[in-house]
């Protein structure tokens, strides 16, 4: 990455500046990816390749200039920078400007490569999609799609901030969707690495294999949720997707300072959560899909203590909205790519494990609900109110796992329910996913012990 040398470094900065902007950014992004999905016995869409480009952002009394360009040069950069100053200088609304730039050559991580050592994987996908489909008349679909990337960044601002990084992700998900022709049911499974060969072929065929049993029983065995208020225990093996959404967007500190979020407007150092209730961010797990060395801004990462003890401790901030509050970034500014600028967003978000033996959990539970995989959910981050889906769940009898239920779901209030929390495992799962805000997704990781909730409604068939 040696197409931005140290002069052009300081005549960019100092072009953005011209204007007597407060803050100038350069960050400059190269990579590969490639990937493909196959649905109905068949490769849908593949797609590889590399990408080179360069965003510049400027920053004025609150306001940002963003600009971005593919494929730059030193000299287009230069006169980029000059029209992001010529904005600020003309006083015109903060807007974000994309431009091709020049062709240049640069050495890029191989796409040949990653798309060689996809082939291994379309040879499984094949083999199990044919396999599934001669056990069960029942199948309308399976779905497959892996992909895998490799990115370098480079960020210097003026601020005297340089940073240089890399990070890599792969990912395979699968979905598997049954029908009687009166009932239809679906279930998912995922994998992601921060390589493409740690996911492993048989780890593939397992989680196929779970997915799809996990569809059938939906269909043939699950009874119909019941519905009303009652007591839940989501187990470890759901991951963190409500904490992701209940509380974890809802600390962002752009959603805190733009009134988005008032429910936790003031509340540092105010008790939000069951005092058994600790939540972290933390961005320097080795190997974890949410982790990095480096944010987007250049900024380490770290681990932040969102909740300690049921007592709000910190916000999740970048270099933007961490001066506004007059407080230091906590290495949480991402962004997709070169064309976003960055925003406050989680990294591997996590409800700390408790002291409560998972068992004793499930035995406390006289009439209720055991839950063990989430689906998709919905949250309103101006209230915490939120819907989940539940994949997959069972009732509870006198403490005891009984049939599997199809057609529930959770509802509730965020901080209501944080609240109410009484029991906490000592165990903890995980679940990946890439995080959609503003536009741009990021891979994240979400992770809680086994919870149980005194009272929450359970929406049913």
Same mark, same amino acid.
């Given at each position: ?15 953005m500046?011209?204007?007597? =902007? ?22 849908? %869409? ?25 494929n ?9 920078? !000059?029209k ?14 994309? *431009? ?18 996809l ?16 056990t ?27 940073a240089?990084n ?9 979905s598997?969707? *049954? ?8 279930a ?20 196929v294999? %779970?997915?799809?049993?996990r ?17 839940? *225990?989501i ?30 407007? =003031? ?11 600790? *939540? ?8 974890f899909? !949410? ?29 933007f ?5 007059? %407080? ?16 406050p ?8 494990? !408790? ?7 499930i ?28 994949e997959e ?18 509802? =509730? ?11 906490? =495992?000592?165990?903890? !799962? ?13 891979? %994240?990781?979400d ?15």
């Amino acid at each position: 990455m040696d197409i931005i040398k140290q002069n052009d470094i300081e005549l960019i900065l100092s072009k953005m500046l011209t204007a007597g =902007g407060d803050f100038a950014e350069i960050y400059f992004e190269e990579g590969d990816s490639a990937g493909f999905t196959f649905i109905d016995q068949k490769v849908e %869409v593949s797609a590889s390749g590399t990408t080179s480009g360069c965003g510049l952002r400027l920053i004025k009394e609150g306001q940002t200039y963003f600009a971005s360009q593919a494929n730059p040069s030193a000299v287009s950069l230069i006169l980029l920078a !000059g029209k992001l100053s010529g904005q600020l200088q003309q006083s015109q609304e903060p807007r974000t400007t994309r *431009v091709q730039g020049e062709a240049i050559k640069i050495e890029l991580p191989s796409v040949a490569k990653i798309t060689e050592e996809l082939q291994p994987y379309l040879e499984v996908i094949e083999n199990l999609d044919k396999s599934i489909r001669e056990t069960s008349s029942q199948i309308r679909q399976v779905s497959f799609r892996i992909s895998a990337g490799n990115k370098k960044f480079f960020i210097a601002n003026s601020q005297k901030t340089i940073a240089l990084n890399k990070r890599s992700s792969a990912i395979f998900t699968v979905s598997v969707v *049954v029908s009687d022709g009166k009932i239809t049911q679906t279930a998912h499974e995922v994998i992601a690495e921060e390589a493409l060969n740690k996911i492993k072929l048989e780890n593939i065929k397992k989680i196929v294999s %779970v997915a799809y049993q996990r569809a059938s029983n939906l269909l043939n065995n699950a009874i119909p949720s019941p519905a009303g208020e009652m007591p839940i *225990v989501i187990s470890s093996t759901a991951g963190g997707t409500m904490i992701h959404e209940a509380i974890g967007h809802s600390l962002e500190a752009d959603a805190v300072q733009k009134g988005i979020s008032p429910v936790y407007l =003031g509340k540092i150092g105010k008790k939000v959560a069951s005092e058994k209730i600790t *939540v972290f961010d933390n961005s320097t797990l080795e190997g974890f899909r !949410g982790s990095y060395k480096y944010d987007d801004e250049g900024t380490p990462g770290q681990k932040t203590v969102l909740v300690e003890n049921g007592i709000l401790k910190n916000y999740l901030y970048d270099l933007f909205t961490s001066k506004k509050d007059n %407080v230091k970034s906590t290495g949480n500014g991402r962004r997709e790519s070169y064309h976003h600028k960055p925003i406050p967003r989680m990294s591997n978000t996590y409800i700390a494990p !408790g002291n409560d033996n998972p068992e004793d959990i499930i035995k406390s539970v006289k009439k209720g609900i055991f839950v063990t995989k989430m689906g998709g959910g919905q949250v309103n981050t101006a209230n915490g109110d939120f819907i989940f889906e539940v994949e997959e769940g069972y009732e509870l009898n006198d403490g005891k796992i009984g049939r599997m239920l199809r057609n529930a779901s959770l509802i =509730g209030n965020g901080p209501e329910i944080l609240n109410s929390i009484d029991m906490v =495992g000592n165990d903890i !799962g995980w679940q990946p996913g890439t995080c959609g805000k503003d536009g741009q997704g990021v891979p %994240v990781l979400d992770g809680q012990p086994t919870l149980r909730i005194p009272k929450i409604t359970v929406g049913g068939t």
